[in-house]
T-cell receptor, first 114, second 111 residues
Framework: KAGVTQTPRYLIKTRGQQVTLSCSPI?????VSWYQQTPGQGLQFLFE???????NKGNFPGRFSGRQFSNSRSEMNVSTLELGDSALYLC?????????????FGPGTRLTVL | KQEVTQIPAALSVPEGENLVLNCSFTDSAIYNLQWFRQDPGKGLTSLLLIQSSQREQTSGRLNASLDKSSGRSTLYIAASQPGDSATYLC??????????WGAGTKLIIKP
């Protein structure tokens, strides 16, 4: 069974630009969560989707948005990039979501904002 | 607001020793607790998941315990090996479909 895949693996953008990250969950998983990891703040929850519905959103500005498609693939978008958005963005998939079962993580997308 | 703390932040032990990593949380109303390891520059690998109704889980040389009433979990690693060197993170699953994370313990196993 293929694991969680994230594309691209690395991105370099400049301030003010926009970026879209993609996450393909394990086949059959309907829940996809997104997390931001930085050296200063650690891992922070961005949002969770289940069957195309956003069930929760973390404490991030509206510049961070996401969506999930009918095949469970998910994208997150960050508009008007800031230097502080430089981070490793991780997505996780599971059958039922955080409250039910193990979360399987992808390798992450490392975003650098110059 | 749930807060998760991991102590120590870093730990260095000789190969072959048994060791315990600690995780504490402030709100006992959790769905589950997961332990992960993260190797430098890589994603997270799930090690063990303990549901709120369980007291412990075991996988190979790893054993994780959960005491909800005291807000504590421990990860026991038996007969440590250099390949166990990584950052170990615990995360609490709550009713809002999110994981709340500790800052991690960086473990170094010296050959």
């Amino acid at each position: 069974k293929a694991g969680v895949t994230q594309t691209p693996r690395y991105l370099i953008k400049t301030r003010g630009q926009q970026v879209t990250l993609s996450c393909s969950p394990i086949s059959g998983h309907r829940s996809v969560s997104w997390y931001q990891q930085t050296p200063g703040q650690g891992l922070q929850f961005l949002f969770e989707y289940f069957s195309e519905t956003q069930r929760n959103k973390g404490n991030f500005p509206g510049r961070f948005s996401g969506r999930q498609f009918s095949n469970s693939r998910s994208e997150m978008n960050v508009s008007t990039l800031e230097l502080g958005d430089s981070a490793l963005y991780l997505c996780a998939s599971s059958s039922q979501g955080v409250s039910g079962d193990t979360q399987y993580f992808g390798p992450g997308t490392r975003l650098t904002v110059l | 607001k749930q807060e998760v703390t991991q102590i120590p932040a870093a730990l260095s032990v000789p190969e072959g020793e048994n060791l315990v990593l600690n995780c504490s949380f402030t709100d006992s109303a959790i769905y589950n607790l997961q332990w992960f390891r993260q190797d430098p520059g890589k994603g997270l690998t799930s090690l063990l998941l303990i549901q709120s109704s369980q007291r412990e889980q075991t996988s190979g040389r790893l054993n994780a315990s959960l005491d909800k009433s005291s807000g504590r979990s421990t990860l026991y690693i038996a007969a440590s090996q250099p390949g166990d060197s990584a950052t170990y993170l615990c995360a609490v699953g709550d009713s809002n479909y999110q994981l709340i994370w500790g800052a991690g313990t960086k473990l170094i196993i010296k050959p």
